[in-house]
């Protein structure tokens, strides 16, 4: 029998049409790039329901592309997922080839977002964690998708979804593809991962994951990653937005699967969905408070004072001296040499201050006595100041008493000037082979912990506001973990991000970040540890109330930190923006850093060297990372992930006792 002539091809199948003497044609059910969809009868299984398939553009197919096509769909036809749209069966109508797949009543998760636009969170995981197991279960099979999309997606009328478009669907796309050279996923590119752009044919799984990281972003953000423009090159050169809805752990977790790197992904869907699971922990609500006063005002602030430290913080978190109070506020005994150093160059300046003040008055002899007055308290004051030996208490009420004094013509900014004029107390560490680690000593103090309820940019969870009381000081690193100090101590480098061994460490999880803190101690006889949450946000702030340590100004972050808007995608080299006025460097932006705390609500109230809860699943990360935007860069801000986690935005800042 001759073979019909081109125009003489019916690609379109009527009703009642039996195909392979086994299908009835019942009606057509829509069409798409690669022909048409018809809902029809399996004769042979007591009339079940199925979806035909049509693929006429495989007519032109060679009896060899269209035999493996065929060896294709026996091997697929064992791809059973409750979860996966079934593959029945691969044949030929009057030349016009076809498949035969399990039908679904129902609608796609692309018709779901037309009517909703956006899902909850809740919403967006009953979809994606069976899909997760799907896909998962392909790729345990070898058989990667390539085309994972909201329209491939499919929702039965119970809400159970399945991942469609598996197995020969996708092997009749790339024979199509060789067909006519026409490229069938062009149709699909704001859903491409990177290396598809870049016309890269050995693919793996992880382009998948980033498929599928592009459809739970467009489920909360109501668009996927890039969705106008040259979307193309965005894919390729840009970070995605964060999405100022979700919290910064969603963030988090949507820009890992988003990384253009495809080894850097998650190794699995299931990995990316259970990230996003965390996150579903209920966070804490704040109590409605007055608007925040950031303005400096010592006598109205803090009326009933918290112990003998809150006059200090009036004086010194408020007016903004930084580094004095760790300076005047160590430990009761002798210091070790790198603090007393510190102490030393400060009181060598300091006998000059009552010059300054004596001298720097001119006018009658009433004034001139009142002034030599003065300058006796003064000096009286400032060798309580100076005595490193006397207690903590004692030298935070002389600083006190000076304020009090004369709190309107005191020079406290000379007295901060003179008082660290030289260097900060710093413990450097030598870890062998020309690396150090240097630390910054932070004296006690009290200071309000969380972001009032007006603040631009805040999370629930980073409330209620609370006073907070730090009664030990302690040394924090300078900068975060580096990865030439990672590898000192660890003998390996997780890194992502390699080429200077100055970038901070990243790809670390919390158990990672503790044995480091154990062998770090072993080696170097000291008692290093993590931060507390507590500790690492009054270290962040430095005396500061505002929503980053430097001021409220978003515009300014460049200066202070490395993060979406000048990272270029990736960490930066530690020390190479200005520090925090405790000479703590990349303390927001770069990387991440865990703590040592559970995640959990705050205790309300007025607390004592808090520690978290004694129990829980996650743990606590501060201070942003390179991708962040703007309000996950805030002194408050916090974040959480399982302690087991390792991601390209995580590092760590070690602390020692300051016994």
Not at 487 to 496: A, C, D, K, Y
Not at 517 to 526: D, I, L, P, T
Request: glycine share 8%; proline share 6%; with cysteine.
């Amino acid at each position: 029998m001759a073979r019909p002539a081109p125009d003489e091809y019916k690609d379109t199948l009527a009703e009642t049409t039996v195909l392979s003497g086994q299908y009835e044609i019942v009606r057509k059910l829509g069409e798409g790039g690669m022909g048409e969809v018809h809902l029809a009868k399996d004769r042979y299984l007591n009339d079940r329901l199925v979806a035909i398939k049509t693929l006429p553009a495989l007519r032109a197919a060679s009896k060899r592309a269209i035999r493996q096509l065929q060896q294709e769909a026996a091997a697929m036809a064992d791809l059973t997922h409750e979860h996966i749209v079934r593959f029945y069966h691969f044949g030929q109508h009057e030349g016009l080839p076809f498949l035969v797949m399990q039908y679904i009543d129902g609608r796609t998760l692309d018709d779901l977002l037309e009517e909703k636009v956006t899902l909850t969170e809740e919403e967006l995981l009953d979809i994606a964690r069976p899909i997760a197991g799907a896909l998962d279960y392909a790729h345990s099979r070898g058989v990667i998708h390539k085309d994972i999309k909201p329209s491939n997606i499919f929702i039965d009328g119970e809400g159970k979804p399945y991942l469609a478009d598996f197995g020969v669907a996708r092997i009749a796309k790339d024979t199509i593809s060789q067909v006519t050279g026409r490229d069938t996923t062009s149709g699909t590119l704001m859903y491409m991962s990177p290396e598809q752009c870049l016309g890269e044919h050995d693919l793996t799984t992880a382009t998948d994951i980033y498929s599928f990281a592009t459809v739970l972003y467009e489920c909360l953000a109501g668009r996927p990653p890039f969705s106008s423009g040259p979307i193309r090159e965005l894919i390729l050169n840009e970070q995605p937005a964060a999405i100022d809805t979700c919290s910064n752990h969603i963030n988090t977790t949507l820009q890992y699967g988003l990384v253009k790197t495809a080894d850097a992904r998650p190794e699995s869907a299931g990995e990316l969905v259970s990230q996003l699971q965390v996150s579903r922990r209920p966070s804490p609500v704040a109590s409605p408070e007055k608007p925040a006063d950031n303005s400096v005002n010592p006598v109205a602030a803090r009326r009933t004072p918290v112990g003998k430290w809150a006059a200090v913080i009036v004086v010194i978190a408020l007016l903004g001296l930084g580094m004095i109070y760790v300076v005047v506020s160590d430990s009761g005994r002798a210091p070790s040499t790198p603090e007393t150093a510190g102490d030393q160059r400060s009181e060598m300046s300091l006998p000059s201050m009552t010059d300054e003040a004596t001298s720097s008055r001119t006018g009658s002899r009433e004034d001139s006595d009142v002034t030599q007055s003065r300058a006796s308290i003064v000096e009286e004051q400032m060798e309580m100041v100076r005595d490193v030996r006397a207690s903590p208490d004692a030298r935070a009420q002389a600083i006190v008493r000076l304020y009090q004094h004369d709190a309107k013509r005191f020079d406290w900014k000379t007295l901060h000037d003179k008082i660290s004029s030289d260097e900060v107390p710093r413990k450097v560490i030598d870890l062998g082979g020309g690396v150090e680690m240097a630390f910054i000593f932070i004296g006690p103090g009290t200071f309000t912990m969380g972001s009032p309820g007006n603040e631009s940019g805040r999370f629930d969870n980073e409330g209620p506001q609370r006073q907070v009381r730090i009664s030990r000081g302690f040394w924090l690193a300078e900068t975060p973990t580096t990865q030439a100090q990672w590898q000192r101590v660890m003998g390996n480098n997780p890194s992502h991000f390699k080429g200077d061994l100055n970038r901070p460490v990243e790809r670390i999880s919390w158990n990672d970040s503790k044995d480091l803190a154990n062998r770090f101690s072993e080696r170097y006889g000291v008692s290093a540890r993590l931060p507390t949450e507590a500790e690492w946000e009054y270290a962040c702030r430095a005396g500061t109330r505002t929503r980053y340590s430097f001021g409220n100004n978003p515009d300014q972050l460049g200066d202070h930190a490395w993060y979406s808007g000048n990272s270029n995608r990736s960490t930066q080299p530690v020390r190479r923006k200005k520090p925090n006025p405790w000479g703590l460097y990349d303390m927001n932006g770069n990387v991440w850093e865990w703590v040592a705390d559970w995640y959990g609500e705050y205790e309300a109230g007025v607390v004592t060297d808090p520690t978290g809860p004694r129990t829980g699943s996650l743990r606590v990360l501060r201070g942003g990372s390179w991708f962040g935007r703007p309000r996950y860069l805030r002194s408050a801000n916090r974040n959480w992930n399982s302690p087991d986690y390792r991601l390209i935005y995580f590092g760590v800042r070690l602390a020692l006792d300051s016994d």
